[in-house]
């Protein structure tokens, strides 16, 4: 199940309050909305996200962000949300990061797409991030 997240000022206030009309961007079924919340939060916050807030707001004149999407949800086997950063495009997601949040700790992983593997946030820079 996939679970589409705009980043909005009111982000925190509208994931407490399910919105009333079904075409709004920002709509969020989540048993713990709490949760998800702070996961995308904590990722929101994460200095290679903002620059590519930045650029992307750039390059629309300002009418669009950053998109992230909760493409998966913790589970007892795999207690992580895995938050996909990108550009919403007209017709497809541009994904640019892969992120695994722990849905205890909110530790934050990166999933390294040259080789494949989930690694830690200081890994990831080390290696070049942006």
Avoid at 42 to 67: D, F, R
């Amino acid at each position: 199940m996939l679970f589409l997240v705009w980043i909005v000022p009111f982000l925190t206030e509208a994931l407490r309050q399910p919105p009333n009309n079904t075409s709004c961007l920002l709509n969020i079924q989540v048993a713990n909305a709490s949760l998800a919340d702070r996961a995308i939060e904590k990722v929101y916050m994460l200095p290679e996200v903002k620059a590519k807030e930045k650029y992307i707001q750039k390059i629309t004149h300002g009418k669009q962000g950053v998109t992230l999407l909760i493409q998966s949800q913790p589970t007892a086997t795999k207690p992580f949300y895995i938050i996909q950063v990108g550009y919403n495009g007209s017709d497809r997601l541009l994904v640019y990061y892969n992120f695994y949040v722990h849905s205890e700790t909110m530790d934050i992983k990166v999933l390294d797409v040259v080789n494949g593997m989930i690694i830690t946030l200081s890994e990831w820079r080390a290696r070049g991030a942006l």
